[in-house]
C-alpha cells in the first residue's frame, strides 16, 4: 500500500526506500508478484458513490517503487484499487502498462478482469488470475469497469466463472498463480469457507494460491502437494500496529520451482518499520516464524528452522 504517509515520504526518499534490506532477495529471484493496494494515479477523485472511509492512491511516479524491485506482476482485485473512482483505475492501468508491469484483475470490463496476466520466465510461463469477495459494488461487468468480484461460495456462478478460467488458463501455462483477496481483516486462521474454495482451485488446476486482504499472515495448506497461502499480511504500508495481532509483520515468500513443478517455499520474516519493509532479525524473527511454524501445523505442513540463512523452509513431497 504505497498511498496516503507512504506516498507523502515518497515524495523525500529514493523509490527503492520502501523495500529496505528485503530488496535484494526480489532482485535475486527469476519473477516477483504482489498485491497492489492502492491506485498509482495523479487523476480521479475519492470514491463517493457509497460510503468508504479510507482511499488511498500513490502519485503515478511511484510506479518506479515497483521496479525498483523489478516487479513483475500486480493483483489488482481489491477493495482500493478503484479508491479514486474510475478515472483513477484507469490511470491505473495506464501507468502499470508504460512501466512494464503486468496487472490481473480489474479492468475496463469483465473480460479484462477476468484476464489472467502472463509473463515468460526462462522459456516457462506463469500466469496470474485475480479476484476478491471485497468490495461488490466494484464489481466489472460486460459493459462496465470493475474488479473480479465474487462471494466465496463454490455454488456460485460467478465462482463457477473463476474455476473454468483456471481450467482454461492452466492448460497455457507451466505454473499459474491465483490471487485472492478475501475474508476479514483480522484472525490467524482462515475461514473454514476459505479453506473448502482454496482447495476447489486447486481442483481446477490452481498451483498456488497467493491469499491476502487480513493484516495479519495465516498458515500455509499444502493441499495435493500445492502451497495454499491463505493471507500473507501486510508488508508495506502506514497502518498503526496492533500489539496483539500483529499487522507490521509478514514474510518474503520464495516459491522454488523444479521441472516446472512447485518443490517448496522459503519464508523470511519481515517487520514494517517507518513504512519500509525490513528482514526481521534475532529474537524478533524467530517469535514471527515460530507462530507461522504453529499455524502450519494445523494443517498438518512441516516447516524447517534455519538460523543461520534466518528463514523458515517448507518442502514440498511427491
Same mark, same amino acid.
Given at each position: 500500500?504505497?498511498?496516503?504517509? $507512504? ?52 502519485? &503515478? ?5 515497483? /521496479? &525498483?524491485?523489478? =516487479?513483475?506482476? $500486480? ?5 482500493? @484499487? ?23 484483475? !480489474? ?22 488470475? !485475480?479476484?476478491?469477495?471485497? /468490495? ?6 460486460? !459493459? ?33 498463480? @491465483? ?36 493484516? $495479519? ?10 502451497? =495454499? ?46 513504512? /519500509?519493509?525490513?528482514? &526481521?532479525?534475532?529474537? /524478533? ?25 534466518? &528463514? ?7
Amino acid at each position: 500500500m504505497l498511498g496516503r504517509q $507512504v506516498n507523502h515520504l515518497l515524495r523525500e526518499v529514493p523509490p527503492q526506500y520502501p523495500w529496505g534490506d528485503t530488496k535484494l532477495l526480489f532482485r535475486n529471484s527469476d519473477w516477483r508478484m504482489c498485491n497492489l493496494e492502492c491506485a498509482i494515479s495523479d487523476r480521479g477523485t475519492p470514491w463517493s458513490r457509497t460510503e468508504k472511509v479510507f482511499h488511498f492512491a500513490s502519485d &503515478a511516479k511511484n510506479v518506479a517503487v515497483l /521496479q &525498483a524491485a523489478q =516487479i513483475d506482476a $500486480v493483483a489488482l482485485a481489491n477493495n482500493h @484499487v478503484l479508491d479514486f473512482d474510475y478515472e483513477g483505475l484507469f490511470e491505473t492501468l495506464k501507468v502499470l502498462d508504460r512501466a512494464g508491469v503486468k496487472h490481473a484483475g !480489474a479492468g475496463r470490463d469483465l473480460d479484462a478482469a477476468i484476464k489472467p496476466a502472463i509473463s515468460e520466465v526462462k522459456g516457462a510461463k506463469i500466469g496470474v488470475i !485475480a479476484f476478491t469477495d471485497n /468490495q461488490p459494488e466494484w464489481e466489472a461487468a460486460a !459493459a462496465h469497469p470493475g474488479i473480479f468480484y465474487l462471494p466465496i461460495d463454490g455454488r456460485d456462478e460467478r465462482a463457477g466463472l473463476l474455476l473454468d478460467t483456471i481450467s482454461r488458463v492452466r492448460k497455457k501455462v507451466e505454473i499459474l498463480v @491465483v490471487s485472492g483477496h478475501w475474508g476479514p481483516n483480522w484472525g490467524y486462521e482462515p475461514l473454514a469457507a476459505h479453506v473448502k474454495f482454496g482447495r476447489l482451485l486447486v481442483d481446477a488446476g490452481a498451483d498456488l494460491i497467493f491469499g491476502h486482504s487480513g493484516h $495479519v499472515f495465516q498458515g500455509i495448506e499444502l493441499y495435493r502437494g500445492r502451497p =495454499i497461502i491463505y493471507c500473507a499480511g501486510n508488508f508495506i504500508d502506514d497502518y498503526a500496529v496492533d500489539e496483539v495481532e500483529r499487522n507490521d509483520e509478514s514474510f518474503i515468500f520464495l516459491v522454488h520451482v523444479k521441472h516446472g513443478r512447485i518443490s517448496g517455499l522459503t519464508l523470511f520474516p519481515t517487520v514494517i518499520a517507518g513504512c /519500509q519493509a525490513r528482514l &526481521a532479525r534475532g529474537r /524478533q524473527s524467530r517469535e514471527i516464524v515460530l507462530k507461522m511454524a504453529s499455524l502450519c501445523v494445523k494443517f498438518g505442513t512441516r516447516t524447517e528452522w534455519h538460523e543461520a540463512e534466518c &528463514a523458515l523452509e517448507i518442502r514440498i513431497d511427491r
